[in-house]
């Protein structure tokens, strides 16, 4: 069982424009397209269409929290506009109030959002930072995440291609495209559109700067842009907690906690996979789905498990190894670092992750980089089944903002 932690104001020590976790007990922060959980949080402007988000805090009390939005340019920088220029509604609202967890060992509150809602709705298309934060004081954050609000005003036609560096044929993806900007009024494409490519909705791996390699009145083709060139990787590995009364799926056993303490899986050995074949399997491309197979898939029934992940390995590599997926936001956080044995010869971590069913990988981070190689311990191959977004924003400079214009998803296999 996790300890109470006392809260503290969390100091602010970099910009909040990017899907980050201020609190040491929240866990499970799943932002999705409303009806589906594996869905990114991509919606139209002025349709029905909602994002949910959800989490879980593990001291022992209710909070009372509040949430605004920021609008944001195509970087993420938050743009000069006023709440009041971008917001229908309030400007920042409380969130429901949390529920509390059942039958569980690792008992937590449980709190959910949806948006838009009857309190606060977007008025405009583009990059929106959700802010969730304690009681009135928008700098004592817990959480951020980012969500997208389009307007269907441009067409994208995308597809996955070899690229044409004959050296990387057999590890690589290239995402070509072509736009059409329709009746939008563009004065400038070289300047006034920005184009975004993103591979499995990982930010930390997005693409920019691409510009058009000719221009046909309404019609930009890139024509393979140098930043559509994206490493193909491997499926990503998985495990199934949804029940803990027996070892399913890549599970080698699962063990009973002494007293109050959380249950124990142990995932079987997973080797590196650099020298192997391309091998198809059914993946979530790195998501997960939080599941309780006894209690119809509640989200405030399902308990957490202490999970323990291991990687034979001769030699300790000469960079840092963390586990990798949506489980851990996309991003190589502290509490995901593994540790070599060299008694057992073999990279290790324990993580606390709620039952679900969950992707992941393992990544190596050369020191003082923010992206990690998804290749060094994984592979990569052509073959590799990924989605891929294609994000294009407008400058407007009528509504000094940047408007989310066209938004196309295209699958490497599919």
Known sequence: MVPAVAWAHWPIDQPVAEDRTYSPTVRTVQLFKSGFELAAPVIELGSTEQVVLRFDDLQPYVENLSYTLVHCDHDWVPSDLLPGQFLEGATNAYLPAGRTSYNTLQPFIHYELVLPNSDMRPMRSGNYLIKVYRGGDEEDLVLTRRMLVFEPRATIDARVMATRQVDLRDVAQQLDFTVNTNTLPVQDPFGDL??????????????????????????????????????????????????????????????????????????????????????????LNGRYLVRNDQVNGDPLGADYVNV???????????????????????????????????????????????????????????????????????????????????????????????????????????
């Open 308 to 414: 323990h992940f291991t990687m034979p390995l001769e030699a300790p590599l000469a960079k840092d190894v963390y586990v990798y997926g949506q489980l851990s936001d996309y991003q190589c956080r502290p509490e995901f670092l593994m540790t070599y044995s060299a008694a057992d010869t073999a990279y290790t971590a324990t993580l606390l992750l709620k039952q679900g069913f969950y992707d992941f990988s393992f990544v190596a981070l050369p020191r003082g980089e923010r992206a990690p190689d998804i290749t060094a311990i994984e592979g990569s191959h052509f073959q590799t089944e990924n989605d891929y977004l294609v994000l294009l924003y407008f400058s407007d400079r009528m509504q000094r903002c940047d408007r989310l214009v066209g938004v196309r998803w295209v699958n490497s296999q599919r």
């Open 194 to 283: 920005h184009v975004t490519l993103l591979q499995n909705f990982r930010w930390d791996d997005a693409r920019t700067g691409a510009r058009p390699r000719f221009v046909r009145g309404p019609e930009l083709v890139y024509d393979f842009p140098e930043q559509g060139l994206f490493m193909g990787g491997n499926e990503y590995r998985n495990f199934d907690l949804k029940n803990l009364r027996y070892a399913a799926q890549r599970i080698a056993r699962i063990a009973p906690g002494i007293g109050e303490r959380v249950y124990e899986a142990y995932i079987l050995p997973e080797s590196r996979r650099t020298i192997r074949r391309y091998n198809s399997q059914q993946d």
